[in-house]
């Protein structure tokens, strides 16, 4: 499985961004499909998840109201759609897959992207 994220970009705070995330190399619609993000310096941290087959979702509480996670099927793509930006959302946002039902743990996913930068201004 081969991840793609795009998306990323510099924004003022309160404005919005929406990130992509496209597999490719296998069908994954098994896979659960995750979100993390790393700040400079921090540990890489869980933003958001979303169960491929059933689409139940799971935010982290810095993100919940603001952020919200999707995926098109068709396209084999995950997005998310960030809104109410602030500067301490400023990292580089991964997504990842994992072969089943998975926690927010990054040790969890098995296939990662590149990542993109998101930088928020104040």
């Known amino acids: 499985v081969q991840l793609q994220a795009s998306g990323g970009g510099l924004v003022q705070a309160g404005g919005s961004l929406r990130l992509s995330c496209a597999a490719s190399g296998r069908t994954f619609s098994t896979y659960d499909m995750g979100w993390f993000r790393q700040a400079p310096g921090e540990e890489r941290e869980f933003v958001a998840s979303?169960?491929?087959?059933?689409?139940?979702?799971v935010y982290a509480d810095s993100v919940k109201g603001r952020f919200t996670i999707s995926r098109n099927g068709a396209k084999n793509t995950v997005y998310l759609q960030m809104n109410s930006l602030k500067p301490e959302d400023t990292a580089v946002y991964y997504c990842?897959?994992?072969?089943?039902?998975?926690?927010?743990?990054?040790?969890?996913?098995?296939?990662w992207g590149q990542g993109t930068q998101v930088t928020v201004s104040s």
């Open positions: 990842a897959a994992a072969l089943g039902p998975v926690g927010s743990r990054p040790s969890e996913y098995d296939y």
């Open positions: 979303i169960n491929w087959s059933i689409g139940s979702t």
